[in-house]
C-alpha cells in the first residue's frame, strides 16, 4: 500500500499562491458557448433557480438525502463565500451551474468546486464538460497546482466525468462521512496527473509514498515452512488468547467454524480483561498436549489450526483452491488493517499517526466496495481472510475506536461492511454471550454492562453502537 502525502497547510503571509491571479480576466466572465447558451456568474435574483435547477440535476436518474437537497436551495448562503456559475439559454433558463469557491475565502492547499449539475433540459450539450473546464480554468489562474473533490458514492456519473478530466480517486482520504451516514469519495488532479483514469484504474493506480510506514508481509512459503515443522498431528490443541484482541478472532474462526473441531480436542484459554496495545510478542498461542509450540504466530495461527484440524487439506477455510487468495487478503488485512489499528494508537508522531490512519481507513473503503457484490470476502463462501478482517471489525467500533481522533468514521458508516460484519456476527456459535458481554457488546442480566476500553466513542449513525450490532 502507498500513501498520498498528506497535504502542507497554507500560512496567510504565503496566500494566495499566485497574488496576481486574485481578478479572473473579462473572457472568464462571460462565454458564449453558441445555439443561444451562455456561461456566466448567477444574478442574485436568479438565485432561487440556481437551486431548483441544481435539484432537479441531482433527482433526475439519482438520489441525493433530504439534507443535500436543502443544501442546494440555500444558495444565497454559499454565495457569500463561492461564486455561482450558470449556464442559460436564450431565454436565460437556467440549465446548469457551479460553484467555486472565492479567492479571498477560501484558504486550503489544493482548489476545488461544489455542487455541479446539469438539468434534465439541459442534457446533451456536453455542459457538464463545459463547466469542470471552466472550473480547472479557474483553479490555474488562481495558482492552484491541485484540484480536491468529495462526491457522493451514488453519483457514478460526475466520477466518470472528473475521471475523464484526469481526477484519481484517493481511497486513503475517504474518510469524511456526511448526511444520512453517507462516506464520501475523494478524488484529486493535480499537475503530475495527465492521463484519463477510469473508476477501476484509479482505484489501483499507486500514489507517493509517504516516509516511515512500513508493513511487513507473510508470504506462502513462511506458512509453508511453519506447516511442515508440525512433525506430527496433536491430538489436542491448546490455545490461548484474548478476545479483546483484533489479533485471536481468527483463530477462534477457525476453531468454531472449521466444521473439523470434532476430530480432536482443543482447549482454549481466554483472556477477557487485557486490553492488547500492540506490543504483546504472542498474542496467539497454540500448543499441542504435551505443552510443545504447535505455532506463536498470530498471523499464521489460524490456517495452521484448519490445517491441523483438517488432517492436512486446509478444509473448508483454507482450500487448496482458495489458498493463494486467502493469503493475498489476509497480508492485507494483517498488515494495513490490524497492525494499522495498533500503529495508530501507538505512533509518537501527528503525520506517522495520520498515515496509518488514512491507510486503515483506505482499506475498509476498498473492502466496502469489494463486498458490495459478494457475500464474503472470496465471493460466496467463508474462508479463513473473513475470520482476520472480523477480529477488526469486531473491536474497532466497540472499543479501538476511541482511541483514535474523535469523529473517525465507524465501521457502520460503511454499508457494505457493516452488512458482513453482522452477518458474520450472527453466525451460531462464532461469538458467545460470555464474550459479548466481556467486549461490552451486551448488558448482563442486572443490567450492568463491561466496558473495558470505556464509551464507544460517538457516532452521528446510531445511537448506541453496542445495540447496532446486536440488533
Known amino acids: 500500500m502507498s500513501l498520498l502525502q498528506p497535504t502542507e497547510s497554507i500560512s496567510p503571509q504565503s496566500y494566495p499562491p499566485n497574488s496576481q491571479s486574485l481578478i479572473l480576466p473579462e473572457t472568464f466572465m462571460y462565454k458564449d458557448l453558441g445555439g443561444g447558451y451562455v456561461l456566466r456568474t448567477a444574478h442574485v435574483d436568479e438565485f432561487d433557480q440556481v437551486g431548483n435547477a441544481l435539484v432537479a440535476a441531482f433527482t433526475d436518474g439519482c438520489w441525493i438525502t433530504p439534507e443535500y437537497e436543502a443544501g442546494l436551495h440555500k444558495i444565497g448562503q454559499r454565495a457569500r463565500s463561492a461564486d455561482v456559475w450558470v449556464i442559460v439559454d436564450e431565454g436565460d433558463r437556467i440549465v446548469a451551474a457551479v460553484l467555486t469557491p472565492k479567492p479571498d475565502c477560501y484558504k486550503e492547499a489544493a482548489y476545488t468546486f461544489n455542487i455541479l449539475g446539469v438539468a434534465p433540459w439541459g442534457r446533451g450539450h456536453g455542459f457538464g464538460s463545459v463547466l469542470v473546464h471552466h472550473c480547472i480554468a479557474i483553479a490555474e489562474q488562481y495558482g492552484f497546482a491541485t484540484i480536491e473533490l468529495h462526491s457522493s458514492p451514488q453519483m457514478t456519473h460526475a466520477h466518470r466525468l472528473y475521471y475523464s478530466f484526469g481526477f484519481h480517486r484517493r481511497i486513503d482520504w475517504e474518510t469524511m462521512v456526511v448526511d444520512s451516514g453517507q462516506r464520501l469519495l475523494s478524488l484529486t488532479r493535480d499537475v503530475s496527473w495527465k492521463k484519463n483514469i477510469w473508476k477501476e484504474d484509479a482505484m489501483q493506480r499507486p500514489h507517493e509514498i509517504i516516509k516511515d510506514v512500513e508493513t511487513v508481509g507473510i508470504s506462502p512459503s513462511h506458512l509453508h515452512e511453519e506447516l511442515t515443522r508440525i512433525s506430527r498431528r496433536p491430538n489436542t490443541l491448546n490455545i490461548s488468547l484474548s478476545i479483546l484482541d483484533p489479533r485471536a478472532w481468527s483463530t477462534l474462526f477457525a476453531l468454531r467454524l472449521s466444521g473439523e473441531s470434532n476430530i480432536l480436542q482443543s482447549y482454549v484459554t481466554v483472556d477477557t480483561e487485557h486490553i492488547p496495545t500492540g506490543d504483546e510478542s504472542h498474542p496467539v498461542r497454540v500448543s499441542d498436549e504435551r505443552g510443545a509450540i504447535v505455532t506463536d504466530d498470530w498471523r499464521l495461527a489460524s490456517r495452521i489450526v484448519e490445517v491441523v484440524l483438517s488432517g492436512g487439506d ?21 498488515n494495513e488493517l490490524t497492525d494499522g489499528l495498533f500503529e495508530v494508537i501507538n505512533a509518537n508522531n501527528d503525520a506517522k499517526r495520520d498515515a496509518y490512519r488514512r491507510i486503515f481507513y483506505a482499506r475498509l473503503g ?24 472480523f477480529g477488526v471489525l469486531l473491536t474497532f467500533d466497540i472499543g479501538y475506536r476511541n482511541l483514535f481522533p474523535d469523529a473517525d468514521a465507524a465501521v457502520l458508516d460503511y454499508p457494505h461492511l457493516w452488512a458482513y460484519a453482522r452477518r458474520l456476527y450472527a453466525l451460531q456459535g462464532l461469538v458467545t454471550a460470555e464474550e459479548k458481554y466481556a467486549l461490552g457488546l451486551l448488558s448482563k442480566q442486572d443490567e450492568s454492562t463491561t466496558l473495558p476500553w470505556g464509551e464507544p466513542a460517538y457516532t452521528e449513525t446510531a445511537e448506541d453502537i453496542a445495540a447496532a450490532w446486536n440488533a
Open 314 to 334: 486446509g478444509g473448508a477455510l483454507y482450500s487448496s483452491k482458495l489458498s493463494e487468495s486467502v493469503d493475498q487478503l489476509v497480508t492485507i488485512i494483517d
Open 366 to 389: 476498498w473492502l466496502d466496495y469489494i463486498l458490495s457484490n459478494r457475500t464474503f470476502l472470496t465471493g460466496e463462501k467463508i474462508s479463513d481472510a473473513d475470520g482476520h478482517l
